[in-house]
T-cell receptor, first 115, second 117 residues
Framework: NAGVMQNPRHLVRRRGQEARLRCSPM?????VYWYRQLPEEGLKFMVY????????ESGMPKERFSAEFPKEGPSILRIQQVVRGDSAAYFC?????????????FGPGTRLTVT | AQSVTQLDSQVPVFEEAPVELRCNYS??????LFWYVQYPNQGLQLLLK??????LVKGINGFEAEFNKSQTSFHLRKPSVHISDTAEYFC???????????????FGTGTQLKVEL
């Protein structure tokens, strides 16, 4: 049973470009969470999605950031017009259809570098 | 708002020695508490969690943690560490009444445990 997959593992973008980060949850999981880890900081919650629904996006920056989890395919975190401050590790986690508390399984992360 | 403080950014310890990683939280409501471990280039793995009941929680790999409500702490302990325990450890808290039923986690900044021979 494959774990949570994230790709790419490393992504380099120039300022002003777009970054697309993908997350494939574990088989049978229909809940996805995105977290961002800035250098020297802990992980910060960004958004919680179920298939075709955004449940909680209270941690998402108001501009340039969006997330989706379509009926088919991976969840996508999209960052438009990236800036140097977006450089961070972005982690995705998934949980089962009826998640028990704390049953989040994390992917290995995507490390975004903005030059 | 909730917050988590891990005062020790790094903890060096010799193999087979005991270790305690400290975690304090602030919250005005009841909380769920978690410890995660992150090995290099990997995602976070749940070590243990406290939801309710016994304040002493046992997790994987011989780790345990004790919930102390009066001190708002959830320190992680292991009586005898191994080289393979070298990793980064994150304490996290969630609000049971929040969106996602307690699955929205607030993390501390992490403690790097380095086990030496």
């Amino acid at each position: 049973n494959a774990g949570v997959m994230q790709n790419p593992r490393h992504l380099v973008r120039r300022r002003g470009q777009e970054a697309r980060l993908r997350c494939s949850p574990m088989k049978g999981h229909s809940h996805v969470y995105w977290y961002r880890q800035l250098p020297e900081e802990g992980l910060k919650f960004m958004v919680y999605l179920q298939k075709e629904n955004i449940i909680d996006e209270s941690g998402m920056p108001k501009e340039r950031f969006s997330a989706e989890f379509p009926k088919e395919g991976p969840s996508i975190l999209r960052i438009q017009q990236v800036v140097r401050g977006d450089s961070a590790a972005y982690f995705c986690a998934s949980s089962p259809k009826s998640p028990g508390v704390g049953e989040q399984y994390f992917g290995p992360g995507t490390r975004l570098t903005v030059t | 708002a909730q917050s988590v403080t891990q005062l020790d950014s790094q903890v060096p310890v010799f193999e087979e020695a005991p270790v305690e990683l400290r975690c304090n939280y602030s919250s005005s409501v009841s909380v769920y508490l978690f410890w995660y471990v992150q090995y290099p280039n990997q995602g976070l793995q749940l070590l243990l969690k406290y939801l309710s009941g016994s304040t002493l929680v046992k997790g994987i790999n011989g780790f345990e943690a004790e919930f102390n409500k009066s001190q708002t702490s959830f320190h992680l302990r292991k009586p005898s560490v191994h080289i393979s325990d070298t990793a980064e450890y994150f304490c996290a808290v969630s609000d049971p009444s929040g969106a996602g039923g307690g699955n929205k986690l607030t993390f501390g900044t992490g403690t790097q445990l380095k086990v030496e021979l």
